[in-house]
Every structure is written in C-alpha cells, then in structure tokens.
Nanobody, 115 residues
Framework: QVQLVESGGGLVQAGGSLRLSCAAS????????MGWYRQAPGKQRELVAA???????NYADSVKGRFTISRDNAKNTVYLQMNSLKPEDTAVYYC?????????WGQGTQVTVSS
C-alpha cells in the first residue's frame, strides 16, 4: 500500500523560507513522477511543481524562481524548497505520486505566510 507523508509546513513571515518533505513508501518511488499541489480556501487545487523519475522539473509560473522541487531516491523522499514566500502562497500543500496504475496523495500540510 502506497503511503505519502508530508512534513515541514508552518507559519512564516513574508519573505521567509520553508522546506516541505514528502516521504513515500510502498511504491517504486525512483521511477515515478512526484509533485506538489496546493489548495487555498475557496480555490481549486493547483499544481505547484513536479519532478520526473529522471529529475526533469516543471513549475507553476507563480512560483518560478522562488520554489525548487528535488528528490532523493535513496530516501524515497521529495522536497519543496520555498523561498521568498508571499501571503498568496498560503494554502494546504499536498504531495502526489503518479503511479503506474493509480495516483496517490498525501494528507497535506498547512503553510501560512503572514504579511
């Protein structure tokens, strides 16, 4: 059974940084694409960043130059380094794994950026 567990969320002032982690278990992590989504109150869930098994990355325009997604296949973990945070980055951040047959989601971690 695939399980994704996020950590690293919290409260930070605008301009600050946070690093989110997502630890995966039960899947062939090294070959699956991984991603981070976020959902703010009253808004749809949106893709923030994604990384393939080979390390190719993709970012939403709103976070380019500020966020960096990376993965450590030896630790079955994907990271999201978030710098220069803005109040509009406030949301619940979810980890996603694109499996061979199914997609999997973590439980989410709250990120709150105060102005």
């Amino acid at each position: 059974q695939v399980q994704l567990v996020e950590s690293g969320g919290g409260l930070v002032q605008a301009g600050g940084s946070l690093r989110l982690s997502c630890a995966a278990s039960g899947s062939i992590f090294s070959i699956n694409a991984m991603g981070w989504y976020r959902q703010a109150p009253g808004k749809q869930r949106e893709l923030v960043a994604a990384i393939t098994g080979g390390g190719i990355t993709n970012y939403a325009d709103s976070v380019k130059g500020r966020f960096t997604i990376s993965r450590d296949n030896a630790k079955n973990t994907v990271y999201l380094q978030m710098n220069s945070l803005k109040p509009e980055d406030t949301a619940v951040y979810y980890c996603k794994e694109w499996g061979e047959r199914d997609d999997y989601w973590g439980q989410g971690t709250q990120v709150t950026v105060s102005s």
